[in-house]
């Protein structure tokens, strides 16, 4: 199992390129100190926090955007070093659930089987997070005074799947 958790913690989740801008413009790009988040008026510090937020957002929605082989899409920081962990275990608890991740299977397969197993994890990972950040765009190219209201993370997380 140790092998398996291995493979997942190294995963490097994608996102469409059309989504660069508005990430961008709501999250501290290539990390970088907590308090220039504030000076920059960004709401998370962090790119993978704002996707592990619209990974939520997509989930909650069931809003699956896929990325296909032809389409534009940009690696960051492989999972083991989003933090907190135990909020990146629940993304993949989640993504096993979503997926048809063989829990019983995997014990048995060869480790190329395993890794192919694991993809699947991270297609649904994928799948909800850009499902999350088109719904976000969505909202921000039809009502941009959203975006102006400090709370608007929380806001919008709380209407998540109503």
């Known amino acids: 199992m140790n092998f398996i958790k291995g493979i997942i913690e190294r995963l490097n989740p994608r996102y469409l390129s059309q989504f660069r801008p508005m990430i961008e413009s709501i999250a501290q790009f290539q990390g970088g100190v907590e308090s220039e988040k504030f000076e920059n008026a960004k709401f998370f510090s ?59 299977g995997i014990e048995h397969m060869q480790e190329s089987d395993v890794r192919i197993e694991v993809q699947k994890i991270l297609k649904t990972i994928e799948g909800y997070a850009n499902g999350g950040l088109q719904i976000i765009q ?11 209201d400090d709370m608007f993370p929380i806001r919008l997380l709380k209407q998540a799947g109503k």
Do not use: H, R
């Open 46 to 104: 962090n790119t993978y926090e704002f996707y592990i937020y619209a990974f939520f957002i997509g989930l909650a929605n069931d809003k699956l955007v896929t990325i296909l082989p032809d389409d534009n899409a940009e690696i960051f920081w492989s999972m083991d070093n989003w933090k907190p962990k135990e909020l990146t275990n629940q993304i993949v608890v989640c993504a096993i659930a979503k997926s048809n991740f063989d829990m019983i």
């Open 138 to 148: 969505d909202l921000k190219n039809t009502d941009l005074e959203t975006f102006e």
